[in-house]
């Protein structure tokens, strides 16, 4: 039996990031880049106004006041998205939209509001003309070429992963289809002469095959893709017929069959269709999990992972093993889960020396975080899984948290915590 570090160590340096694939933008959110970004252009192209005011030159309004207002000639208008021939000559004005190009000879924009064009409107004054109002000096309201990218300059790195800001950025070059690091297929199958799929009739003796798909549901929370593979039975040609078919994947998953009961087969296959690792871990739930590959015909070792029949089990162990791998694998450099301090208002037991992954519902109470059970803990007990936002962290080897004292909570549902 191995640490929890030492399996995650193992399953990790053997996982490999994934390949690139073009996708088109939205498609990117979440994913990582996969090469890098330079800007074909300046961004903004062109010197371009940050007002809707008056394009004018400053050393035409030296002076002005409200008092006093230095009146200039309205030689036209621009329009955001317009192209334009106007000039500012000393004494001239441009009339301008937020966004419109600045028109050449003009080095300031005046807004609407510095001048005297509401009062003209009022008492219907000619239009020709404007009273500027205040003295502004040089690119003031002025967004200059290239001041956010300029040309040639490495935008966004590889390896960067796109939030809804780097998504703006990559539209702000024209970047339809950008270059991303392919989300990883990952084949779940379940195994059990009990287990049946759910929309067959529940028969005596059977159960829904609900583990295939909270694993789905877990594989796609984290960015993959999920390939449900079906139920296979507790017979060994069987299930390595069912494993050969999820060969295609990046990472196939099975759960059940890994214990030590005579119908355990999953390790017996991995041993004789392609090699083991390591197949029990010092943790609870979760100690029956193996780790190791097939290899596809075309001599590709392909990542297993085995993971416990009760569902609980496989749950809380997709979220310290498989989850990382998955991360690890679209690559992305922060593997870790958000993981904060707790006080726990229960004493949870932990009599085995194991490491345990406790289900706690956190809320946030004056500046701090508590934690309680979700209820009995059992690792067939999959709403005590339903009703938590967090895994309470008991190290190996102690063997009581009393009421009271701090724990490490695994987060996983932020939105859940509550004041």
Same mark, same amino acid.
């Given at each position: 039996?191995?640490?929890?570090?030492?399996?995650l160590?193992?399953?990790?340096d053997?996982?490999e990031?994934?390949? @690139?694939? *073009?996708?088109? !933008?939205?498609?990117?959110?979440?994913? #990582? %880049? &996969?090469?890098?970004?330079? =800007?074909?252009?300046d $961004?903004?192209p062109?010197?371009?106004s940050?007002?809707?005011?008056?394009?004018?030159?400053?050393?035409?309004?030296?002076?002005?006041?409200?008092?006093?207002?230095?009146?200039?000639l309205?030689?036209?208008?621009?329009?955001?998205g317009?192209?334009?021939?106007?000039?500012?000559?000393?004494?001239?004005a441009?009339?301008?939209?937020?966004?419109?190009?600045?028109?050449?000879g003009?080095?300031?924009?005046?807004?609407?509001?510095?001048?005297?064009?509401v009062?003209?409107?009022?008492?219907?004054?000619?239009?020709d003309?404007?009273?500027?109002?205040?003295?502004?000096?040089?690119?003031?309201?002025?967004?200059?070429?290239?001041?956010?990218?300029?040309?040639?300059e490495?935008?966004? @790195?590889? *390896?960067?992963? !796109?939030?809804?800001?780097?998504?703006? #950025? %990559? &539209?702000?070059?024209?970047? =339809?289809?950008?270059? $991303?690091?392919?989300?990883?297929?990952?084949?779940?199958?379940?195994?059990?002469?009990?287990?049946?799929?759910?929309s067959?009739?529940?028969?005596?003796?059977?159960?829904y095959?609900?583990?295939?798909y909270?694993?789905?549901?877990?594989?796609?929370?984290?960015?993959?893709?999920?390939?449900?593979?079906?139920?296979?039975?507790?017979?060994?040609?069987?299930?390595?017929?069912?494993?050969?078919?999820?060969?295609?994947?990046?990472?196939?998953?099975?759960?059940?069959?890994?214990?030590?009961?005579?119908?355990?087969?999953?390790?017996?296959?991995?041993?004789?269709?392609g090699?083991?690792?390591?197949?029990?871990?010092?943790?609870?739930?979760?100690?029956?999990?193996?780790?190791?590959?097939?290899k596809?015909?075309?001599?590709?070792?392909?990542?297993?992972?085995? %993971?416990?029949?009760n569902?609980?089990?496989?749950?809380?162990?997709?979220?310290?093993?498989?989850?990382?791998?998955?991360?690890?694998?679209?690559?992305?450099?922060?593997?870790?889960?958000?993981?904060?301090?707790?006080?726990?208002?229960?004493?949870?037991k932990?009599?085995?020396?194991?490491?345990?992954?406790?289900?706690?519902?956190?809320?946030?109470?004056?500046g701090?975080?508590f934690?309680?059970?979700?209820?009995?803990?059992?690792?067939?007990?999959?709403?005590?899984?339903a009703?938590?936002?967090?895994?309470?962290?008991?190290?190996?080897?102690?063997?009581?948290?009393?009421?009271?004292?701090?724990?490490?909570?695994?987060?996983?549902?932020?939105d859940?915590?509550?004041?």
């Open positions: 039996m191995i640490s929890v570090e030492e399996a160590s193992k399953i990790l053997f996982i990031v994934l390949d @690139k694939e *073009g996708k088109p !933008l939205l498609d990117c959110l979440g994913r #990582v %880049l &996969a090469e890098d970004v330079y =800007a074909p252009f $961004v903004p062109q010197d371009n940050a007002m809707d005011g008056y394009a004018v030159q400053a050393k035409t309004i030296v002076g002005a006041s409200y008092q006093h207002p230095k009146v200039l309205v030689v036209g208008e621009i329009a955001a317009c192209v334009t021939e106007l000039k500012v000559e000393p004494g001239t441009v009339r301008i939209m937020t966004g419109a190009f600045v028109p050449e003009a080095d300031v924009v005046v807004p609407f509001e510095c001048t005297d064009e009062d003209r409107k009022q008492r219907s004054a000619s239009r003309e404007i009273g500027i109002c205040v003295a502004l000096p040089e690119a003031s309201n002025i967004r200059r070429r290239g001041e956010n990218i300029p040309k040639g490495l935008v966004l @790195k590889q *390896g960067t992963l !796109l939030r809804p800001p780097e998504v703006g #950025v %990559l &539209a702000s070059l024209g970047k =339809a289809i950008v270059p $991303v690091i392919r989300r990883p297929v990952i084949g779940i199958l379940a195994t059990g002469n009990e287990v049946t799929e759910i067959q009739p529940l028969l005596p003796g059977k159960i095959n609900s583990n295939s909270s694993l789905a549901a877990q594989v796609l929370k984290y960015g993959g893709i999920p390939k449900l593979l079906g139920v296979a039975p507790d017979d060994v040609e069987q299930l390595a017929i069912a494993v050969r078919h999820g060969l295609d994947c990046d990472i196939l998953v099975t759960s059940g069959g890994v214990s030590l009961g005579d119908y355990d087969v999953v390790k017996q296959v991995l041993a004789t269709e090699n083991i690792s390591f197949w029990t871990v010092c943790m609870k739930p979760g100690k029956p999990l193996a780790f190791g590959t097939f596809r015909d075309d001599g590709k070792n392909i990542p297993h992972l085995g %993971l416990p029949g569902p609980v089990s496989s749950m809380v162990s997709f979220e310290v093993f498989v989850r990382p791998a998955i991360l690890k694998m679209m690559g992305k450099s922060n593997l870790a889960v958000p993981n904060i301090t707790a006080i726990m208002e229960d004493a949870v932990n009599d085995d020396g194991r490491r345990f992954f406790a289900r706690v519902v956190v809320r946030r109470k004056d701090k975080y934690a309680r059970l979700t209820g009995p803990q059992g690792s067939g007990i999959l709403t005590s899984m009703r938590a936002n967090g895994l309470a962290v008991i190290p190996e080897g102690t063997e009581e948290v009393k009421s009271g004292s701090t724990v490490e909570v695994m987060m996983f549902d932020w859940e915590v509550q004041d």
